[in-house]
């Protein structure tokens, strides 16, 4: 069973940053795809940006439009989300999810096995 817990949500005025972090139990974090989704109210949740085992990542190129980084630290089980010049339309509950049965990119919510609680993300204009 993994375990993820992620922090560094919070209210920012547009244009401003945040650096989500994901911290991941277990001994295998290197062998996961771990990716990045978000839901806003009243709309599914939707990929953001996936980092696979060998470092690999894939963007939502629309939304994001290189505005965000995603990263990982095997070292620390961690993987993370830099957020940039951020606008209203990226207010959303930010969730990491982890990935056991693939290791490249993956940017559908049924191939990931394992869900964080989520973090929420405030972007005032």
């Known amino acids: 069973q993994v375990q993820l817990v992620e922090s560094g949500g919070g209210l920012v005025q547009a244009g401003g940053s945040l650096r989500l972090s994901c911290a991941a139990s277990?001994?295998?974090?290197?062998?996961?795809?771990m990716g990045w989704f978000r839901q806003a109210p009243g709309k599914e949740r939707e990929f953001v940006a996936v980092?696979?085992?060998?470092?690999?990542?894939?963007y939502d190129t629309e939304s994001v439009k290189g505005r965000f980084t995603i990263s990982r630290d095997n070292a620390k089980n961690t993987v993370y989300l830099q957020m940039n010049s951020l606008n209203p339309e990226d207010t959303a509950v930010y969730y990491c999810?982890?990935?056991?049965?693939?290791?490249?990119?993956?940017?559908?919510?049924?191939?990931?096995?394992?869900w964080g609680q989520g973090t929420q993300v405030t972007v005032s204009s």
């Open positions: 277990g001994r295998t974090f290197s062998t996961y795809a």
């Open positions: 999810a982890a990935s056991a049965r693939y290791c490249g990119s993956r940017v559908y919510t049924r191939d990931y096995e394992y």
């Open positions: 980092i696979g085992c060998y470092g690999n990542s894939k």
